[in-house]
């Protein structure tokens, strides 16, 4: 029998913000909902709220017309409402194999009662859910060996064996490849016809048309509007989040590039990289393109220092550079904005201050190596009215804020260090319409002043629109270079793909 859950007037308020106002949400069991927004448009909030992560909110929550009272994860597991969030790591024990964490809640739940483990029973168990959802992976395997996506999967499998009724995927296809995005919706419709519902975070909208039946759009904290997906375009859809008309994402340029900045020759690391050669000129966006796994991530770290080359050289204004460690990086004049940026790219416990002077602390430093702070303070005011970064103060914490405003500080870091190539990778993951414009503005802005950039990603799309030329990088290697402006999406698909 379905089951219709209802939000009603959910608000929610941290220091200096309002997060949530007044926010309705409903849907029923047998659907996927797509709940969709700008960065800081609140529905990772609403969604925390439903899963039990924040307790402190007012409105009502019901099931089927009975109220619940969901303050604590456990409180909504209970309620048969489960949440996989977009990093998967956090939410596993690698050291633990498949079955003991698709088995993890029943053996939490059950702390305090004296049993015996029958550790037969529990793999049996975990077996069968994995069976059921037509996923083929040993239950003896530990989840340190498994793949990102195969983490994923665990991750609903143990949704799953919790009676689950209502199932949040927050932005699950941000790091998968297109097989594994394919195999994730296969699931996705297993689940429909065993009639659980699952709400869909995503900012990827082909997504929301090919595996949606209803979409929730939401905006500055509050709910716009409910339609079924086949009523609507994704056009209207992106007008509901911005509150305006769809305007052209990409920047008008200035094409003129001056001379080589950056030569790669014959760059190799330990297997995932190999024999890359490619130059960038000054003013000049070069795409590096690939589906994932292609190699694009360790060749951004190769060239920064923080994954060592076998064999290769790296020439900056026509001179070889031995870079061997991220500082020694900076100290060159490169700079990357990496793809992983609460691991990598950010310090989400420290301040917006903190992270948008970090890359160039030396520039702020006084007699006997006293920071100014006042000059400090004053430059990441400007940073944050110029990227038009979303915070209540330059003192607010990182981790506050929504993941396109996190990625406006990942690259304002650089602005101040005032590097000569500057190396992205996949920058708008996690990122919706809205800050992607402002982000492609930012990068053509660096352009414009003359900085080689490198912009590596797997959204073809957005190499078509920002970059100049660009490489097709496939199993590591670089398999074609083409004309940005006379070529396709299309065929950079089919040379990603490894078609000739």
Request: charged letters at 25%; a neutral charge.
């Amino acid at each position: 029998m379905s089951s219709t859950l209802a939000m009603k007037n959910i608000s929610i308020e941290f220091p200096g913000v309002k997060a949530l106002n007044h926010v309705n949400f409903s849907m029923e069991t047998g659907k996927v909902q797509a709940l969709i927004g700008a960065n800081g448009a609140g529905k990772s909030t609403l969604m925390k709220v439903l899963s039990g992560a924040y307790d402190h909110y007012t409105g009502e929550i019901s099931m089927d017309g009975r109220n619940l009272k969901i303050r604590s994860p456990k409180n909504a597991q209970d309620a048969g409402i489960q949440i996989v969030y977009q990093e998967v790591d956090t939410a596993l024990i690698p050291y633990l194999t498949v079955a003991e964490n698709i088995m993890l809640l029943d053996t939490v739940h059950n702390m305090g009662k004296r049993q015996w483990m029958r550790w037969n029973k529990i793999h049996q168990k975990a077996a069968r859910i994995l069976a059921g959802m037509n996923i083929r992976l040993s239950t003896k395997t530990l989840v340190s060996e498994l793949s990102l996506a195969e983490k994923q999967m665990i991750l609903i499998a143990r949704a799953v064996s919790n009676k689950c009724k209502f199932l949040i995927l927050d932005e699950p296809t941000a790091p998968l490849s297109h097989a594994e995005t394919s195999e994730l919706f296969r699931i996705t419709r297993e689940l429909v016809k065993q009639d659980v519902g699952i709400i869909f975070i995503s900012h990827r909208l082909p997504e929301i048309f090919e595996i949606c039946d209803e979409v929730t759009v939401m905006r500055n904290g509050e709910f716009v509007v409910k339609e079924q997906v086949a009523a609507t375009t994704s056009n209207k859809v992106v007008e509901h989040m911005l509150g305006q008309k769809l305007e052209e994402q990409f920047p008008e340029r200035n094409t003129t590039f001056g001379n080589s900045v950056l030569e790669v020759k014959g760059l190799s690391d330990r297997g995932k990289i190999k024999n890359l050669n490619f130059h960038v000129k000054s003013g000049e966006i070069v795409g590096i393109a690939g589906l994932v796994g292609a190699g694009k991530t360790e060749m951004c770290k190769a060239l920064f220092g923080s994954e060592k080359p076998t064999s290769g050289e790296i020439l900056l204004h026509g001179a070889e550079v031995k870079i061997k460690s991220p500082y020694n990086a900076v100290k060159k004049g490169f700079a990357l904005v990496p793809e992983e940026r609460r691991k990598e790219g950010i310090l989400v416990l420290e301040s917006v201050e903190a992270n948008l002077t970090a890359a160039s602390l030396g520039s702020f430093s006084k007699a006997f190596s006293f920071l100014d702070r006042k000059r400090e303070k004053e430059t990441a005011r400007q940073l944050i009215s110029r990227l038009g970064i979303k915070t209540p103060s330059e003192e607010t914490k990182v981790q506050n804020l929504s993941g396109g405003n996190q990625q406006k500080v990942a690259i304002g870091k650089w602005l101040v260090a005032d590097a000569d190539v500057y190396i992205f990778d996949e920058p708008t993951k996690g990122v919706d319409v809205g800050a992607k414009k402002d982000i492609f503005e930012l990068i053509a802005e660096l352009a414009s002043r003359g900085k080689a950039i490198i912009y590596a990603s797997s959204e073809l799309s957005e190499i078509i629109g920002i970059t100049d030329r660009v490489y097709v990088l496939y199993d590591g290697k670089a398999v074609k270079e083409l004309e940005t402006k006379a070529t396709s999406e299309e065929e950079l698909l089919m040379y990603s793909t490894g078609g000739r």
